[in-house]
């Protein structure tokens, strides 16, 4: 069972980037799934989370407007689309599955992808 996440990369402030995360091994249709992030020096911090069929979203103070978090159950993937990047937005973002009511606890999520590097510069 995998998690992948891909699309960051370097992007000047107030750009955009879209993150994608696929899943692998088994289906994520049911599961809650969210986007977190992880600057260095710094712990792991929600971003945004999708229940299972897209019907209810939450993201954090911080993202809101801002941001928007997406699935596609047929493809097994979700989305993060980032817009107005700011450079606090610098990070690693993962995403993640849970089988669990919505919720901004890491530890409930169950799955983890690795990760992928987004640097917003000023």
């Known amino acids: 069972v995998q998690l992948q996440a891909s699309g960051g990369g370097l992007v000047q402030a107030g750009g955009s980037l879209r993150l994608s995360c696929t899943g692998s091994?088994?289906?994520?249709?049911?599961?809650?799934m969210g986007w977190f992030r992880q600057a260095p020096g710094k712990e792991r911090e929600f971003v945004a989370l999708?229940?299972?069929?897209?019907?209810?979203?939450y993201y954090a103070d911080s993202v809101k407007g801002r941001f928007t978090i997406a699935r596609d159950n047929a493809k097994n993937t979700v989305y993060l689309q980032m817009n107005s990047l700011k450079p606090e937005d610098t990070a690693v973002y993962y995403c993640?599955?849970?089988?669990?009511?919505?919720?901004?606890?890491?530890?409930?999520?169950?799955?983890w992808g690795q990760g992928t590097q987004v640097t917003v510069s000023s």
């Open positions: 993640a599955a849970g089988q669990t009511r919505a919720t901004m606890k890491t530890y409930k999520y169950d799955y």
């Open positions: 091994g088994r289906t994520f249709s049911g599961y809650v």
């Open positions: 999708i229940v299972w069929n897209g019907g209810s979203t």
